[in-house]
Structure formats: structure tokens, C-alpha cells
């Protein structure tokens, strides 16, 4: 028992001179670890007599409650010496200027999106949305573009190995036009609907990407007739580019889903190399460019999307989301457009509290 006293203030004196928390702990695992003679010790309790242990088991019990609050206190003696160092000699300067403003911005694309909206909303539209990855009915054959059709192949479709439970072949969308008859299909006549997104085609160059943005339009009603379809254009695009001398030229084309079918030109001059739309394309200076697909909705597209073309009718337009922004915004090149380059966003994107709305204007400066 001696030897006990004797080791145990050897100890005490061991923890109150340790001087870092690991020397701390190695004299924790040798006095009460597992193998820790404080421990070997206790063992030695259950082979003694019952005399005996009445005796050596308060010592030896009283040895180790010491040494273990001697630790405790050492171990927190050290963590505040620490504490005490580093408020010492740490500093926090709660002066230093706030964060520069986020560097990121809002994607012209996004941006004219959302002018879309507001424009469409205000007369009535709703915005709708489909899946990029389409199937092949909704794609082409529900908008009379059959197996067979030429216009299939015009549209450098991206197709995957797989078919839908249907059997239908599965495909990334070529335009926004599925989403007129899945529109009519989920929820019947009249429809008013804008539907803005991504559209996919195998094509690559300074005016082509894989991947582009399209946004629809489809009215669907009684007695919609084709004054209706120019109103609704005219309207959208002098609001759109904030010009009251917005002029259209309407020409015949072909979509199979239109029919007929309706390209709109829109007159332009090129001023200071760039090209600014607005008065006749037939004036001196200025010229016609191609603006957008449209037409009265095929009675067949009608069909195919289960309403009734004697009772229903309507138009539709298609118009690229991409060449909108450029043609308001100033950029001349489409791939930019995706590059993901910050320079780029900071030039020509938006703040997030730029909130395009018709009272503030739709167009917020660049
Ligand atoms: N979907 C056609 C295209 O991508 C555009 C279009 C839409 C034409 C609606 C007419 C009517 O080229």
C-alpha cells in the first residue's frame, strides 16, 4: 500500500508538470488504460479476502477517483491555456468591407424568357412546359409529320436506342411544337398557352447550336382566324422590343402542322453595324428579315389531339429564344450564348433584381 501512496503522487506530480494534452493522455493510459496499473490493481481485488479487500478497495478506489480528476482538471488547465493564447493573439477586423457583390448573373436567355411571360401573361397566356427527352408521336407524328414525312429528316433529330412502353421512339425534341398537343391532349379546348424551353438539333456553327431555345404559342378557339395570329405577333413584338414601328410581312410557307402556314418577316436597317428592327423592310435602308414559323393549326394536328376541328380551331407560332435576346441584346455570336464565360455574363447578363414587368419596362437595360 506504500507503494501505491508512493506511485500515486508520482503520478499526480506527472499530470500537474504535463505540459500538452498528449502527454496528459499517456499518463492516462498508464495509470488507468485497460493494461494502466490503477487498473491491474482493481483486478487484483477479486482474488483477496473479504477482509482484506474491505480494506485495500477504498484506497486503491480513492487512488483512482485522484488521479482521474487530477486529469480532468489538467486536461481543461491546458484547453484554457490555449483558449487564452489564441484570443490573445488572434485577431477578427469586424471592419473589413462587405463581400464584393456576387459575380454571377441572370442568362440573357432566362432573362428574355421572362419578358416573354410577362408580355404573354398580360394577354392572357399561360406558360406551359414539356419534356426534352420527347417520344416520337408527340414530336412529329401527332403534328402530321408521319413516319415517312421529308420534314422528319430537315430536323437532324437526336434519337435514342430506346422506345417508350408504347413502343414509341424516343428522341431529344426538335422544337417546342409537342408541347401544343400534349397541351390539347391533358387538357382539352380553348387553350392560350406560351411554352418557352430547350429543343434539340445535330447542327453546329456560328448561328447553330445542338442545343437552342424555342418558345411556342398556340391559341386554340372558335372562329380564331388569321387577323388574330398577326395581332397577337404585332402586339408581342412591339412590346418585346419596346417600338411602336414594328413592322410584319406575312408569307406563305409550309409546316406540316400549320396549314396554312405563315412565315413572318419583320423590317430592320443596319445602324452602327448592327441590325436595330423596326419601319418597312420596303423603305430606303432598310430590309426584311426572317422572324419566326406560324400558322392556323392543321385540322389534322386538331384530330390528332383528340378535339374536334369543326368545333375547335386555332394558330400556333414558333419563335427562337436565342435570336430574340441577340437581336435586342447586341450579341453577334450564338455559341457565347453557352460558353459558361464569366466575362460574357457580366456583359451581357442581368441583375436578379431586374424583374422584367410591363409597368417598369420589359426590356431593363444590359
Ligand atoms: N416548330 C417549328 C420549327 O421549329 C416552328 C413553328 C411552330 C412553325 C408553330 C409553325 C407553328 O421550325
Same mark, same amino acid.
Given at each position: 500500500?506504500?507503494?501505491? #501512496?508512493?506511485?500515486?503522487?508520482?503520478?499526480?506530480?506527472?499530470?500537474?508538470?504535463?505540459?500538452?494534452?498528449?502527454?496528459?493522455? $499517456?499518463? *492516462?493510459v498508464e495509470a488507468l488504460g485497460k493494461q494502466g496499473w490503477v487498473s491491474q490493481l482493481l483486478k487484483t481485488l477479486g482474488k483477496m479476502?473479504?477482509?482484506e479487500r474491505t480494506e485495500k478497495a477504498p484506497i486503491i478506489q480513492q487512488s483512482r477517483a485522484e488521479?482521474?480528476?487530477a486529469i480532468t482538471?489538467?486536461?481543461?488547465? &491546458?484547453?484554457?491555456?490555449?483558449?487564452?493564447r489564441r484570443l490573445a493573439t488572434e485577431t477578427l477586423d469586424l471592419s473589413l468591407p462587405a463581400p464584393a457583390t456576387?459575380? +454571377?448573373?441572370?442568362? %440573357?436567355?432566362s432573362q428574355v424568357m421572362d419578358e416573354l411571360a410577362e408580355i404573354f401573361a398580360d394577354l392572357g397566356f399561360a406558360v406551359k412546359t414539356g419534356p426534352e427527352v420527347e417520344d416520337d408521336w408527340h414530336n412529329f407524328t401527332a403534328l402530321n409529320m408521319p413516319e415517312s414525312h421529308p420534314a422528319r429528316a430537315m430536323h437532324d433529330t437526336f434519337y435514342f436506342p430506346d422506345h417508350d412502353e408504347d413502343g414509341r421512339r424516343m428522341l431529344l425534341?426538335?422544337?417546342?411544337?409537342?408541347?401544343?398537343?400534349?397541351?390539347?391532349?391533358?387538357?382539352? $379546348?380553348?387553350?392560350?398557352?406560351?411554352? %418557352? +424551353? *430547350?429543343?434539340?438539333?445535330?447542327?453546329?456553327? $456560328?448561328? =447553330?447550336?445542338?442545343?437552342? =431555345?424555342?418558345?411556342e404559342g398556340l391559341v386554340i378557339d372558335k372562329d380564331i382566324h388569321l387577323g388574330h395570329l398577326k395581332w397577337t405577333l404585332e402586339t408581342f413584338l412591339k412590346a418585346f422590343?419596346?417600338?411602336?414601328?414594328?413592322?410584319?410581312? &406575312?408569307?406563305?410557307?409550309?409546316?406540316?402542322?400549320t396549314e396554312p402556314s405563315v412565315e413572318v418577316d419583320v423590317g430592320f436597317e443596319v445602324v452602327k453595324g448592327r441590325r436595330v428592327l423596326g419601319g418597312s423592310g420596303d423603305a430606303p435602308g432598310h430590309a426584311w428579315m426572317e422572324l419566326l414559323g406560324s400558322g392556323m393549326v392543321n385540322a389534322r394536328v386538331i384530330e390528332f389531339a383528340g378535339l374536334d376541328p369543326e368545333e375547335w380551331q386555332g394558330f400556333a407560332f414558333g419563335v427562337g429564344v436565342d435570336r430574340l435576346a441577340m437581336l435586342k441584346y447586341g450579341m453577334d455570336?450564338?455559341?457565347?450564348?453557352?460558353?459558361?464565360?464569366?466575362?460574357?455574363? #457580366? =456583359?451581357? +447578363?442581368?441583375?436578379?433584381?431586374? #424583374?422584367?414587368?410591363?409597368?417598369?419596362?420589359? +426590356?431593363?437595360? $444590359?
Open positions: 500500500m506504500d507503494d501505491l #501512496q508512493t506511485r500515486k503522487d508520482d503520478t499526480l506530480k506527472a499530470i500537474t508538470a504535463a505540459d500538452n494534452a498528449d502527454a496528459v493522455e $499517456a499518463l *492516462r479476502t473479504p477482509e488521479i482521474a480528476d482538471a489538467r486536461k481543461q488547465a &491546458l484547453d484554457d491555456a490555449e483558449q487564452d456576387p459575380r +454571377g448573373t441572370v442568362h %440573357p436567355v425534341r426538335t422544337h417546342t411544337s409537342p408541347v401544343q398537343i400534349r397541351t390539347m391532349v391533358n387538357e382539352g $379546348a380553348p387553350v392560350r398557352i406560351i411554352a %418557352p +424551353g *430547350r429543343v434539340y438539333r445535330s447542327d453546329s456553327d $456560328a448561328t =447553330h447550336t445542338p442545343m437552342f =431555345h424555342q418558345v422590343f419596346e417600338r411602336d414601328d414594328i413592322v410584319l410581312r &406575312l408569307r406563305p410557307s409550309y409546316f406540316p402542322f455570336d450564338l455559341r457565347a450564348f453557352f460558353d459558361g464565360d464569366i466575362r460574357w455574363l #457580366q =456583359h451581357y +447578363g442581368f441583375s436578379p433584381f431586374d #424583374q422584367p414587368t410591363l409597368s417598369a419596362g420589359v +426590356g431593363v437595360s $444590359a
